[in-house]
């Protein structure tokens, strides 16, 4: 059973940061490539930025380059998505999740487990 456990959201003002953390269960945490996705309201599920197992590559939305870094830590089998200069844009629900595969992909299709997801608000 892998379980993904998000936190840190919260209401900020823009400019401000957030660090979102999601803790996965289960032992394949180190040979699985991990993503964070956000779904706003009345609007479908997005890509934000992906990391591989081995860290050595990311990738990011356009929309959140330069502003958003995600990182993890095997030892901890944590992801993170460290968030600066938000702005009213970035309110959304954000999920992290896994899929089963040393390479990340853009598509949540490729993810076959998901948190439960935290609210970020940024007010202006």
């Known amino acids: 059973q892998v379980n993904l456990v998000e936190s840190g959201g919260g209401l900020v003002q823009a400019g401000a940061s957030l660090r979102l953390s999601c803790v996965v269960s289960?032992?394949?945490?180190?040979?699985?490539?991990m993503a964070w996705f956000r779904q706003a309201p009345g609007k479908e599920r997005e890509f934000v930025a992906a990391i591989s197992s081995t860290i050595a590559s990311t990738f990011y939305a356009d929309s959140v380059k330069g502003r958003f870094t995600i990182s993890r830590d095997n030892a901890k089998n944590t992801v993170y998505l460290q968030m600066n200069s938000l702005k009213p844009a970035d309110t959304a629900v954000y999920y992290c999740?896994?899929?089963?595969?040393?390479?990340?992909?853009?598509?949540?299709?490729?993810?076959?487990?998901w948190g439960q997801g935290t609210q970020v608000t940024v007010s202006s």
């Open positions: 999740a896994r899929r089963t595969g040393r390479l990340y992909h853009v598509g949540a299709e490729n993810y076959d487990y």
């Open positions: 289960g032992r394949t945490f180190s040979t699985s490539a």
